[in-house]
């Protein structure tokens, strides 16, 4: 029979309950009453909530089969694919949140190129939509700091200068000749701070004119945050204009001037860009906010090319020396 000194019993009981008082500053501690998937909620969209409401995304955490996308043989096939596969999804793993929303009379947007819902809610309802088992994350909604206005020049003027040296050095106009291709039949989007429809370079490209000379600008533009007045395309900073200019300009200032442009006014909101995106994907008229068969999504189409047997080869010629680049 084992007997235990009485010494190392008071040593042994003075070790636990030293371990004891170590347990709490060891360990992590515990907030009484957690809520069930409060771990969910960010910590910026949970400082946001002690104010009362907030705004954030509700992110859901499964993604959509976009097997049948990858099985389509065309472009058309595969854009209307990855559309309904999306929205499918969307509607599906959103239902409950969605249908808890509307309980709660709650302002809410939802989204499915990216399967999120904006929402505006107080603390409790922001547990509550945390508990559900299929959202992954309350995440906060960033904004870009938005870009300072540039001065407006005058009115731009068309001019039948010499091919850009940029364009030039990528030997674009060797294509426009030798290939007899300047990007005819494609539609390029433009996700931007929008476009300046009266540039002279860029009006003539615009998918909105119609054959009688006059413009539509339904399946063709898109302003999420309504910073066009007119309803037509603008552009608040020009960045947008220059990009399509690159792109599609006319009088050799663009790569694909046979190409014409549709474009959106993405705001600096994260929204507005998964607005955009979404738009791009499926344009939709403002008002019925339905996509159109009849108006594809941008893409390219095949381009009219001369058969591969018949093009001549393509010659080296000297390119114009690049600018030096500034800092």
Not at 123 to 132: D, G
Not at 200 to 226: C, E, I, K, Q
Not at 316 to 324: E, K, V
Request: aromatic residues 4%; contains cysteine; positive net charge.
């Amino acid at each position: 029979m084992r007997v235990f000194h009485p010494l190392w019993h008071r040593s042994l009981s003075r070790t636990l309950t030293g371990l004891l008082t170590l347990l709490p500053i060891l360990l992590p501690p515990v907030p009484a009453h957690a809520e069930p998937g409060a771990e969910k909620i960010a910590v910026a969209v949970r400082t946001d909530l002690k104010d009362g409401k907030a705004t954030f995304f509700v992110r859901l955490g499964d993604e959509a089969d976009l097997g049948a996308a990858r099985r389509a043989t065309t472009k058309d096939a595969r854009a209307k694919a990855v559309h309904e596969a999306l929205t499918a999804h969307a509607g599906r793993s959103q239902a409950r949140l969605r249908k808890l929303l509307t309980e709660r009379k709650a302002e809410h947007e939802p989204f499915w190129i990216v399967n999120a819902v904006k929402v505006t809610a107080g603390p409790r309802l922001a547990n509550e939509i945390a508990a559900l088992p299929e959202v992954a994350a309350l995440d906060p909604i960033r904004r870009d700091q938005a870009p300072k206005p540039r001065p407006k020049p005058g009115k731009a003027a068309a001019e039948a200068a010499a091919v850009e040296w940029n364009i030039d050095r990528i030997k674009a106009p060797r294509v426009w000749d030798e290939l007899n291709d300047r990007g005819e039949d494609i539609v390029v989007g433009i996700i931007d701070s929008g476009v300046d429809i009266g540039h002279p370079d860029l009006a003539g490209r615009y998918r909105g004119n119609l054959p009688d000379g006059t413009v539509d600008h339904d399946y063709s533009w898109y302003d999420p945050g309504r910073s066009c007045s007119t309803g037509a395309p603008c552009d608040y900073t020009g960045h947008g204009t220059h990009v399509a200019g690159i792109i599609a300009g006319e009088n050799g200032i663009g790569v694909a001037p046979g190409a014409k442009w549709i474009a959106t006014s993405a705001n600096n909101s994260q929204d507005g860009k998964i607005k955009a995106g979404e738009w791009m994907l499926a344009p939709t008229d403002p008002a019925s906010r339905k996509p159109s068969s009849a108006a594809p999504s941008p893409r390219a189409a095949t381009p009219r090319r001369m058969p591969r047997s018949s093009r001549p080869a393509l010659r080296s010629r000297p390119s114009p020396t690049a600018p030096a680049a500034t800092s």
